[in-house]
């Protein structure tokens, strides 16, 4: 591992671990859920509030920090920590997922990826070496290779084209990387929904050698069951001893099929996303604030919810501020989501340790099949 950063499994149930990521700016306990600070912040929310939910380490985003304010500003006013205002650990993610979904916006070649900015249309080049550049400048604790992340479906052609170009990025990444004291950089596998490819990938990033390890070109169409069908096996062509993180995935379901699975780190706009249109997210499962049954409802969103939203709102009153556009309704639901993805992560490290991982899955189904209850 690089200097100052550990991994140290602390108890298994199945192929599900938990244990703690040692960095210098702290721990980050496994299995985690990484909330999404796209352009540092985690919309609707002070970090402090973040903090608050449980959270140990946040994702930031290499494209969207580039364009704007500039990687070479924040680097200037302080780096990233400080820029946003957060002392934990920060993960930045490649751009290589981003510049895929620009389409005719971008020009793939053996360097790099040409592309134009969907702000303002300027011109611009991220290569393996270029992104290494700016997740510096950010001062991420744990940087991501470059990669080709490929849309599903596609033909095994072009699910190896990408992964094997990947793999040559991988390398130009590490190299790239150089020795940093106290910044880990993370190899990212690729191969689709196929296994001779994933292992592949998986030999080749070995090969090279990485402080941790993603899985990454899942949730990019392929849907839930294929997705569990990589995820039986491709964590176990991964080391052990190192950290495997599940890239852009978040749905609470998928969470705990992926943590069954071997997955110790995983991030997701989700909870976020849905605070601001309205939608929370409770043991029992979605819940629609814009829906009219919620207008005379004295109760809180999620009984027993140690959140704000819960402990002094009603759902009539949530139901009030999202149906009138108040900024108060995406910050109280956004709040609780990421609160209720904090206490999902604890219960499944509480499970893991205690060896009745089964037992709190079975529960966590049967909650979601009860549905949202209608007031007595």
């Known amino acids: 591992m690089a200097t100052g950063f550990g991994f140290t499994v602390s108890a298994q149930d199945g192929a599900a671990r938990t244990g703690v990521i040692q960095t210098p700016r702290g721990a980050i306990r496994t299995p985690a859920f990484m909330p999404v600070g796209t352009a540092a912040t985690v919309k609707a929310m002070l970090p402090e509030s973040v903090a608050a939910t449980g959270a140990d380490i946040l994702l930031g985003n290499t494209y969207h920090l580039m364009l704007r304010p500039g990687a070479e500003r924040v680097a200037a006013l302080g780096g990233l920590h400080r820029f946003m205002n957060w002392s934990k650990p920060i993960l930045t993610d490649s751009g290589g997922f981003q510049v895929m979904s620009l389409g005719p916006l971008r020009k793939l070649t053996e360097e790099g990826v040409k592309f134009s900015s969907h702000l303002d249309g300027s011109k611009h080049m991220l290569s393996p070496e270029r992104s290494m550049e700016i997740q510096k400048l950010l001062g991420s604790d744990i940087v991501m290779c470059f990669d080709e992340c490929p849309a599903l479906p596609a033909t095994d052609a072009e699910v190896a084209r990408a992964m094997r170009l990947s793999m040559r990025w991988a390398q130009r990444s590490r190299d790239a990387f150089g020795d940093r004291p106290g910044h880990a950089l993370f190899g990212i596998m690729q191969g689709g929904v196929t296994p001779e490819l994933r292992e592949e990938s998986a030999e080749a990033l070995k090969a090279i050698g990485f402080d941790g390890y993603a899985v990454g070109g899942l949730a990019v169409g392929e849907g839930q069951e294929a997705m569990f069908g990589v995820l039986d096996y491709a964590p176990g062509f991964l080391p052990e001893d190192k950290p495997r993180y599940l890239m852009g995935v978040g749905k609470p379901d998928d969470i705990v099929g992926a943590v069954e699975r071997g997955i110790d780190m995983m991030d997701c706009v989700l909870p976020s996303r849905s605070g601001r249109t309205g939608q929370a997210w409770t043991a029992r499962g979605q819940v629609n604030l814009r829906n009219a049954r919620h207008k005379d409802d004295p109760r809180p969103l999620e009984e027993g919810c140690q959140c704000p939203a819960c402990r002094s709102y009603s759902r009539a009153y949530l139901h009030h501020v999202v149906k009138a556009d108040e900024i108060i309704g ?19 490290r509480d499970a893991i340790a205690a060896g009745r991982l089964s037992a709190f899955v079975a529960g966590f189904h049967a909650k979601r099949a009860e549905g949202d209850v209608e007031p007595v």
């Open 330 to 348: 995406s910050m109280l639901l956004t709040w609780h989501n990421l609160h209720y993805y904090q206490v999902l992560m604890q219960g499944l």
